[in-house]
């Protein structure tokens, strides 16, 4: 703080404790909102004032409308507001963006899209997935996406784009957590685990109804790509044991019979070994529990590689 020439004593005194008053101010001191201007460069949104559209193309149907950043903190003033409250811990950023889901096919679907927020350097801050479900042929859906809490050490959102559009037909959407289908039987899978170029996805089925449901042998696999037509060229194994010995050993199939509450898993195993030839991805997976139950389809993204070969272990009942 800049001292005024000839301070009277009982003035000068007091000087340490206006400066202090002035930094808790600052830190107390939140103001406004700005969004991403229309005329934005670059694939992402870039912030400055104004309330104007942002001319994005998007991503698969997805795209970002407009980018709701903090206004920096102004300037240090000669007023200055003190409060004996603490500063708030643990709040959200006030960082979000808004966005519209335009299904341009034939049927009806439900996308599960990544953003991410992205700092001036173009860095990922953080990511953020919405699902947006049921939306109908020719549909346009709106909605905002919170970029939520943020470490006080990162750095400042600048922008927002869409990182990853992955869709499936909405009858096949897995079911939302907590909910409960009307057949009771809820299928998922989880993000699996990965090591040496092995990888395990965990298939659940969950008995969510009123009565109990009973699966044996090994789930019913249909391999999608993008487009949800099915993937040619790769064999799907009974057991991992054709993958690697390193998943465990292969259990034998038996009936397993789920009371309402409780829940099975079986799992995929693939290597992502690359040799000679063309990589084999797959995003989407078409599960059926046993024969004739209805499909859910699943997107664990097989990076099979040239491997041509994806294990599958039979379903076992979760241990309480």
Same mark, same amino acid.
């Given at each position: ?27 107390? +001191? ?6 991403? &201007? ?16 942002? &001319?994005?193309?998007?991503? &698969? ?27 708030? +811990? ?100 989880? $993000? ?21 449901? +009973? ?16 993937? &040619? ?56 529990? $046993? ?30």
């Amino acid at each position: 703080m800049r001292r005024t020439a000839g301070l009277r004593p009982a003035f000068a005194a007091t000087a340490p404790l206006l400066s202090a008053l002035a930094t808790t101010a600052l830190l107390l +001191t939140a103001c406004g909102t700005e969004h991403a &201007d229309a005329g934005s460069t670059g694939t992402g949104a870039a912030a400055s004032q104004g309330g104007a559209r942002i &001319d994005d193309p998007g991503k &698969d149907g997805v795209r970002i409308t407009s980018l709701t950043l903090p206004s920096p903190s102004p300037s240090p003033s000669r007023s200055y507001v003190v409060s004996a409250e603490r500063l708030p +811990t643990n709040v959200d950023s006030g960082v979000s963006a808004t966005y519209e889901v335009t299904n341009e096919g034939t049927e009806t679907l439900t996308y599960s899209v990544v953003f991410t927020f992205m700092s001036g350097d173009g860095g990922a801050v953080t990511n953020r997935t919405e699902t947006v479900r049921d939306v109908g042929p020719g549909q346009a859906v709106r909605g905002t996406v919170r970029a939520g809490e943020l470490p006080p050490t990162a750095p400042r959102v600048t922008r927002a784009e869409v990182l990853e559009v992955v869709k499936v037909p909405a009858a096949e959407a897995p079911a939302e957590p907590g909910s409960c289908p009307a057949s009771g039987i809820r299928v998922s899978a989880d $993000k699996g685990d990965a090591a040496m170029g092995l990888r395990v996805v965990g298939l659940h089925l969950d008995n969510c109804g009123t009565r109990a449901y +009973t699966v044996e042998g090994y789930p019913l696999l249909e391999l999608l790509d993008d487009d949800l037509e099915p993937v &040619d060229g790769v064999e799907i194994l009974d057991g991992s044991g054709g993958i690697t010995t390193g998943a465990g050993p292969d259990e034998q199939p038996r009936p397993v019979r789920l009371e309402p509450g409780e829940s099975a898993t079986a799992g995929l195993v693939w290597r992502n070994t690359t040799e000679f030839g063309t990589a084999v991805n797959v995003p989407h997976v078409r599960v059926r529990a $046993k024969e004739g139950a209805d499909p859910v389809t699943v997107t664990p993204h097989l990076d099979l590689g040239t491997t041509g070969k994806l294990g599958v272990r039979p379903w076992e009942k979760t241990e309480r």
